[in-house]
C-alpha cells in the first residue's frame, strides 16, 4: 500500500478532533463553498480564528481555495481524504465476529 | 496509526465441512445466519447478492470456488460511496478437524487506493479552480 494513505486518514482524523474545525468541515458540507467572512457569520467562531483553521485544513488537503465574487477567496470541501478515512472507519466496522456466531448458530440448530 | 488491510478470523465448527460449504455457498444457506434473503450464482465471475431487512444490501462477485475448501467473493467496501470501484475480497478455508470443521475467513484489501484515488486525495489543488458548477455555468453560458 501505498506509504501516504495512512498519512492522508491521519490528517483526517487530526482535522476533525478539534470541534470549531468540525463545525468549519460541517458547514462547508451542508452549504457548499464559503468565504471565512460566511463562516464567522454562520457559526459561533471568530473570523481570525476561522481563518486559522482553514490555512491548517487547506495544508492539509481537506479544503481547497478558490476565487469567489469580489476577489474573496471561497474554500471548499474536498472529500477525496475523507473516503480514504473512511475506508479505514470501514475496517475497524467490519464485523465479522457477529456474522459467524451466527454461521454457528444455525448450524446447530 | 496501523492502517488494516486484512482481517482474519479462525472459528471451529462442529460440523463437517460439506455442511459449512453448504451454509457459505447457497442462497438458502447464506439467507439465513448472514442475510435475510439471498441469490448466488455459484461460479467464478458469478453475482450473489444478500439483502437485510433493514433495506441494506451488499451485492457480491464469487471468485474462487473449490468445494469444499476454498470460496472466494468481492464485495464493495461499507461506508464508500456506492460509485466507488474499490472493493474487499474476503475468502472462506474450510479444513477438516476431526468431525469438524475449522474455518478461517479473510476479507483483504481495505488499505488499496487505487492510482486515481491516490492522486485526488493525496495531489492538493490540481482541480481546485475547476468545479462541477463552475463546469455547469460555462455550459449555460455557452448554450
Same mark, same amino acid.
Given at each position: *500500500?501505498p506509504p501516504d494513505i495512512?498519512a492522508?486518514?491521519?490528517?483526517?482524523?487530526?482535522?476533525?478532533?478539534?470541534?470549531?474545525?468540525?463545525?468549519?468541515?460541517?458547514?462547508?458540507?451542508? /452549504?457548499?463553498?464559503?468565504?471565512?467572512?460566511?463562516?464567522?457569520?454562520?457559526?459561533?467562531?471568530?473570523?481570525?480564528?476561522?481563518?486559522?483553521?482553514?490555512?491548517?485544513?487547506?495544508?492539509? /488537503?481537506?479544503?481547497?481555495?478558490?476565487? /469567489?465574487?469580489?476577489?474573496?477567496?471561497?474554500?471548499?470541501?474536498?472529500?477525496?481524504? *475523507?473516503?480514504?478515512?473512511?475506508?479505514?472507519?470501514?475496517?475497524?466496522?467490519?464485523?465479522?465476529?457477529?456474522?459467524?456466531?451466527?454461521?454457528?448458530?444455525?448450524?446447530?440448530? | 496509526?496501523?492502517?488494516?488491510?486484512?482481517?482474519?478470523?479462525?472459528?471451529?465448527?462442529?460440523?463437517?465441512?460439506?455442511?459449512?460449504?453448504?451454509?457459505?455457498?447457497?442462497?438458502?444457506?447464506?439467507? #439465513?445466519?448472514?442475510?435475510?434473503?439471498?441469490?448466488?450464482?455459484?461460479?467464478?465471475?458469478? #453475482?450473489?447478492?444478500?439483502?437485510?431487512?433493514?433495506?441494506?444490501?451488499?451485492?457480491?462477485?464469487?471468485?474462487?470456488?473449490?468445494?469444499?475448501?476454498?470460496?472466494?467473493?468481492?464485495?464493495?467496501?461499507?461506508?464508500?460511496?456506492?460509485?466507488?470501484?474499490?472493493?474487499?475480497?474476503?475468502?472462506?478455508?474450510?479444513?477438516?478437524?476431526?468431525?469438524?470443521?475449522?474455518?478461517?475467513?479473510?476479507?483483504?484489501?481495505?488499505?488499496?487506493?487505487?492510482?486515481?484515488?491516490?492522486?485526488?486525495?493525496?495531489?492538493?489543488?490540481?482541480?481546485?479552480?475547476? #468545479?462541477?458548477?463552475?463546469?455547469?455555468?460555462?455550459?449555460?453560458?455557452?448554450?
Open positions: *500500500m495512512e492522508i486518514a491521519e490528517q483526517v482524523f487530526v482535522a476533525l478532533a478539534d470541534p470549531s474545525r468540525r463545525a468549519i468541515l460541517a458547514a462547508l458540507a451542508s /452549504g457548499g463553498p464559503a468565504t471565512a467572512t460566511d463562516l464567522a457569520g454562520r457559526l459561533p467562531i471568530t473570523r481570525q480564528a476561522i481563518a486559522k483553521h482553514l490555512a491548517l485544513l487547506a495544508e492539509a /488537503g481537506l479544503v481547497t481555495a478558490e476565487p /469567489g465574487e469580489r476577489r474573496r477567496v471561497r474554500y471548499r470541501l474536498r472529500s477525496a481524504p *475523507m473516503q480514504v478515512a473512511q475506508q479505514f472507519l470501514a475496517a475497524l466496522a467490519r464485523d465479522w465476529d457477529g456474522p459467524l456466531d451466527a454461521l454457528r448458530d444455525h448450524l446447530s440448530r | 496509526m496501523g492502517f488494516p488491510d486484512r482481517i482474519e478470523r479462525v472459528v471451529d465448527i462442529a460440523h463437517p465441512p460439506a455442511k459449512v460449504w453448504a451454509a457459505l455457498t447457497t442462497a438458502e444457506g447464506l439467507g #439465513s445466519w448472514f442475510g435475510n434473503q439471498a441469490t448466488i450464482d455459484l461460479r467464478p465471475g458469478g #453475482s450473489a447478492q444478500m439483502t437485510w431487512t433493514g433495506g441494506h444490501t451488499a451485492d457480491m462477485r464469487v471468485e474462487r470456488v473449490e468445494e469444499p475448501t476454498v470460496f472466494g467473493f468481492t464485495w464493495h467496501i461499507y461506508g464508500l460511496p456506492d460509485d466507488d470501484p474499490r472493493r474487499t475480497y474476503v475468502e472462506f478455508t474450510l479444513e477438516p478437524v476431526g468431525a469438524g470443521t475449522r474455518l478461517t475467513v479473510v476479507e483483504t484489501g481495505f488499505a488499496q487506493l487505487p492510482e486515481d484515488a491516490y492522486r485526488k486525495a493525496y495531489d492538493g489543488n490540481t482541480q481546485g479552480w475547476a #468545479s462541477e458548477l463552475g463546469e455547469l455555468v460555462d455550459y449555460l453560458d455557452a448554450a
